[in-house]
Structures are given as structure tokens and as C-alpha cells.
């Protein structure tokens, strides 16, 4: 079993950053596949980036160019760099942590970007 626990969501005007972490922790392996899906209101669940243990990374075109995810093997955490947000990145963003067949999700982080 994996846990996992987010740190970072909260409120920001447009144009500004925010800094999203989440640390995992339990059962893991060195081969792992960490990263960000947001779900706003009325939509479904999307992915934002991931990034392997190897530091591929995989990026939401909508994100690409604004936002940076990085990870921290030491600490199996990963984190999102979220910079020039626009009001449409509003939502709740989860933390996925995916090893062998499993998926693990954090519990949602809120992002609220004012105009």
C-alpha cells in the first residue's frame, strides 16, 4: 500500500505561480511512474504531467511551456511548478503514483485562480 499526501494548493491571481508537492510514502519501488491530474467543476479528471523515475516527463498541451514537474527520488516526492496561471487552471489537483499494475491517489489539493 502506498500513501500519499499533498502540500500546496490555495488561492493565486492570474499570472502568478504556486508550488504543488506530494510526498509518497509505504510500499514503494524505484520504478514508478509519479505525477498531476486536475478535475474542475463539471469536467472530468485530466492529466496535467508525469514523470517516471527515470525523469521522462509528459505534459497536458494546455500546461506546456507554464508548468514544470519535477521529482525528488530521495524523498519519492514530486512536485509541480505552476507558473503564469490562468483562471482555467482552477480546480482540484491529485497526486498519482503508479507502480506495477497499481494506482495510488493523493486526496485533491484546491487551486483557485482569481481574475
Known amino acids: 500500500q502506498v500513501q500519499l499526501v499533498e502540500f500546496g494548493g490555495g488561492l493565486v491571481q492570474a499570472g502568478g505561480s504556486l508550488r504543488l508537492s506530494c510526498a509518497a510514502s509505504?510500499?514503494?519501488?524505484?520504478?514508478?511512474?509519479m505525477g498531476w491530474y486536475r478535475q474542475a467543476p463539471g469536467k472530468q479528471r485530466e492529466l496535467v504531467a508525469v514523470?517516471?523515475?527515470?525523469?521522462?516527463?509528459n505534459y497536458a498541451d494546455s500546461v506546456k511551456g507554464r508548468f514544470t514537474i519535477s521529482r525528488d527520488n530521495g524523498k519519492n516526492t514530486v512536485y509541480l511548478q505552476m507558473n503564469s496561471v490562468k483562471p482555467e487552471d482552477t480546480a482540484v489537483y491529485y497526486c498519482?503514483?503508479?507502480?506495477?499494475?497499481?494506482?495510488?491517489w493523493g486526496q485533491g489539493t484546491q487551486v483557485v485562480v482569481s481574475s
Open positions: 514523470i517516471t523515475s527515470g525523469g521522462s516527463t
Open positions: 509505504g510500499r514503494t519501488f524505484s520504478n514508478n511512474v
Open positions: 498519482n503514483f503508479r507502480q506495477l499494475v497499481y494506482d495510488y
